[in-house]
């Protein structure tokens, strides 16, 4: 059975960085883009970024120059860099694999001075 696990999280400064990692394990459909989506509380959950299986990558406006979604197919791991990190940015955050179902169960990122 296909899995995503998220790992980390916690507790940053407003301006700090964070790296998420988000391991895939089971039957992954590699073709599909894998994303970052966010929910705030009591906010509903967004989409943040994307990358196909050929590198090609995409970020929502509010997060665009200060994220950065990558991939190490070696590893079946994807990323999400986030520089310049904002209050706002506070949330859930959870990987998935486009067009499989399958979510990661969420790690918790912080962002308070």
């Known amino acids: 059975q296909a899995q995503l696990v998220e790992s980390g999280g916690g507790l940053v400064q407003p301006a700090g960085s964070l790296r998420r990692p988000c391991a895939a394990s089971?039957?992954?459909?590699?073709?599909?883009?894998w994303a970052w989506y966010r929910q705030a509380p009591g906010k509903q959950r967004d989409f943040v970024a994307s990358i196909t299986d050929n590198g090609a990558t995409y970020t929502v406006d509010s997060v665009k120059g200060r994220f950065t979604i990558s991939r190490d197919n070696a590893k079946n791991t994807v990323y999400l860099q986030m520089n310049s990190l904002k209050p706002e940015d506070t949330a859930v955050y959870y990987c998935?694999?486009?067009?499989?179902?399958?979510w990661g169960q969420g790690t918790q990122v912080t962002v308070s001075s």
């Open positions: 089971g039957t992954i459909f590699r073709i599909m883009p």
């Open positions: 998935t694999q486009l067009g499989t179902g399958i």
